[in-house]
């Protein structure tokens, strides 16, 4: 079945160095977003992209729709404690009828 | 505004028992969608309601079933439980059906012994 392969599985950062993480597939998305979630919550919706080569801010987040549809990456600048958590990618595939297939998920861990 | 919210926070079942979950949409969203997230893994998509018709479903067994009510409320029942259906429970809600910005509520644990 379709899948995303979302790296990497896990990382240990120091507090306030760059993050950078991708979602790629074999497969032509036609949306893409990145959740955050935090432990006993549920995912929270951080950035939506909807069109090929889009890149999208949220604070110090940043999201791109990569230009073969088949991709996309999730950079966090200047990390802080709070920013600890699962952070997973979600893509629409074409023709989908809403479902939305997940990735694994990044595990971060930020170390002050 | 109140986002999603699920019931219970946590379940426990036996082998062979039937689980029921709820779920209540953020006001004014229409569609709600049921995920299944194993210890560790992402999330697998299980159903979308819309407008009280199921409109899509996952690879999961007929077991798996929900409804939804005309308020948009849903519920997921799980029958026949088995041990690997212990996982969390996520319901996720969205204003209008063409919309993929799905809002998470903060999932049912359910766990089956």
């Known amino acids: 079945g379709q899948q995303l392969n979302q790296s990497p599985q896990s990382m240990f950062i120091q507090e306030g160095e760059d993050v950078s993480m991708n979602c790629t597939s074999s497969?032509?998305?036609?949306?893409w977003l990145w959740y955050k979630q935090d432990p006993g919550e549920g995912p929270v919706l951080l950035i939506a992209?909807?069109?090929?080569?889009e890149l999208t801010s949220n604070g110090r987040l940043t999201a791109q729709f990569g230009i073969t549809r088949k991709d996309s990456f999730l950079n966090i600048s200047a990390s802080i404690p709070s920013d600890v958590g699962i952070y997973f990618c979600?893509?629409?595939?074409?023709?989908?009828?809403?479902?939305?297939?997940f990735g694994a998920g990044t595990r971060l861990a930020v170390h002050p | 505004e109140a986002g999603v919210t699920q019931s219970p926070t946590h379940l426990i079942k036996t082998r062979g028992q039937q689980a029921t979950l709820r779920c209540s949409p953020i006001?004014?969203?229409?569609?709600v969608y049921w995920y299944q997230q194993a210890l560790g893994l992402g999330l697998q998509f299980l159903l979308w309601?819309?407008?009280?018709?199921?409109?899509n479903r996952g690879n999961f067994p007929p077991r798996f079933s929900g409804r939804q009510f005309p308020n948009y409320s849903s519920e997921l029942n799980v029958n026949a439980l088995e041990l690997e259906d212990s996982a969390l429970y996520l319901c996720?809600?969205?204003?209008?059906?063409?919309?993929?910005?799905?809002?998470f509520g903060p999932g049912t644990r359910l766990t089956v012994t």
């Open positions: 992209l909807y069109k090929a080569g």
């Open positions: 979600a893509g629409q595939l074409s023709g989908g009828y809403n479902k939305l297939i």
């Open positions: 309601y819309d407008e009280g018709e199921e409109r």
């Open positions: 497969s032509i998305f036609n949306t």
């Open positions: 996720a809600s969205s204003l209008e059906p063409l919309s993929y910005e799905q809002y």
């Open positions: 006001s004014g969203h229409t569609s």
